[in-house]
């Protein structure tokens, strides 16, 4: 009976994004990225993750003389333990105004109504929309982004995390609305079936504070495989799944930043009021189809690291 079940879970976990064996084969003809994408639902056991990437890890560069500071080892331990690091102190304060200055004036748009269009961020034309996103290209065009997301701390410890030099995959930049009835989406717990093994980093444009949407991490949850799904989870299911001792809710004001393995449990509460602004970057082993298959930027102005920035930046 064990082995049944484990297969029919195996099965069902398959089907989030493989139709079947020949739509899979298909899918990675087309588009190579889906070879590892498509089957992290079923692989949800950390210790397998974690030697599946090793693997990678073992073939991808890593930076000469490689010798990461203090600051990187210790961040690089509360991922590993916790899953989290701890606030950071906030960025310069004209590089937020400048993001945020930024952010208000370009339109964004809820993926999930495209008959919306674009709007701004001030007046979203429908109570159904929680959150209103921004665009690769449109977020690359924001003044300090690919700077913030090649901090020279942040890389080290993505390499001491991987194993070898991160692929900048996956950013990302959204308003959440407050006053809205119900969480939807991220706002609810999950955890992300992106890679193998990464994290995310986090960058709050507007203050946060616990009526903001903070967000929220349940420590040590990466290395477990209790709702080891990818389905939206209920609070209810996570308390009885891992009590409330680990709960971490990250607040602080605009410019505060932090990192996260978001294999772990997560999300990004619905705000109460306001609206809340998130920067984001992920740092992988593996390609997601989340980001362009071509860069986005024909040339390489700030002189970033070309295997970290491939993915974006044309070489």
């Not at 089907?15 to 064996?21: C, E, G, L, N």
């Not at 102190?89 to 105004?97: E, F, H, L, S, T």
């Not at 429908?126 to 003044?143: C, H, R, W």
């Not at 593996?286 to 298959?293: C, F, G, I």
Request: aromatic content about 10%; overall charge positive; hydrophobic content about 35%.
């Amino acid at each position: 009976m064990r082995i049944t079940a484990f297969l029919d879970d195996v099965r069902d976990r398959a089907r989030t994004r493989i139709a079947s064996p020949g739509d899979y084969v298909r899918k990675v003809r087309q588009d190579p990225r889906y070879a590892i994408y498509d089957i992290l639902p079923i692989v949800t056991d950390p210790v397998l993750r974690d030697r599946l990437a090793a693997l990678i890890a073992a073939r991808r560069p890593r930076t000469p003389g490689f010798a990461p500071s203090l600051e990187a080892r210790a961040w690089c331990r509360m991922l590993e333990t916790d899953g989290i690091t701890p606030a950071m102190p906030p960025i310069d304060a004209g590089i937020v105004a400048d993001l945020r200055r930024y952010f208000e004036e370009t339109p964004c748009h809820d993926p999930f109504r495209p008959h919306l269009g674009r709007f701004r961020a001030d007046a979203p034309p429908s109570p159904e929309s929680n959150m209103g996103y921004f665009g690769v290209e449109q977020i690359l065009k924001a003044p300090h982004v690919l700077d913030l997301f090649n901090n020279p701390l942040v890389l080290e410890t993505a390499e001491l995390f991987l194993g070898c030099k991160p692929l900048l995959d996956n950013i990302g930049c959204w308003w959440s609305f407050g006053d809205r009835p119900a969480a939807k989406g991220t706002q609810r717990h999950h955890r992300d079936l992106d890679s193998l093994r990464g994290f995310k980093l986090f960058f709050y444009l507007t203050d946060v504070d616990e009526d903001g949407g903070p967000h929220v991490f349940i420590k040590g949850s990466q290395r477990s495989t209790l709702l080891s799904t990818g389905r939206a989870l209920s609070d209810e299911e996570v308390r009885n799944a891992f009590g409330t001792a680990g709960e971490v809710t990250m607040t602080g004001p605009a410019g505060t930043w932090f990192m996260g393995d978001t294999y772990g449990v997560h999300k990004g509460a619905l705000p109460r009021r306001g609206r809340r602004l998130l920067l984001t970057a992920q740092y992988n082993i593996n390609r997601t189809p989340h980001a362009p298959r071509r860069p986005v930027l024909d040339r390489n102005a700030g002189g970033y690291d070309p295997f970290v920035n491939q993915i974006y930046v044309a070489a």
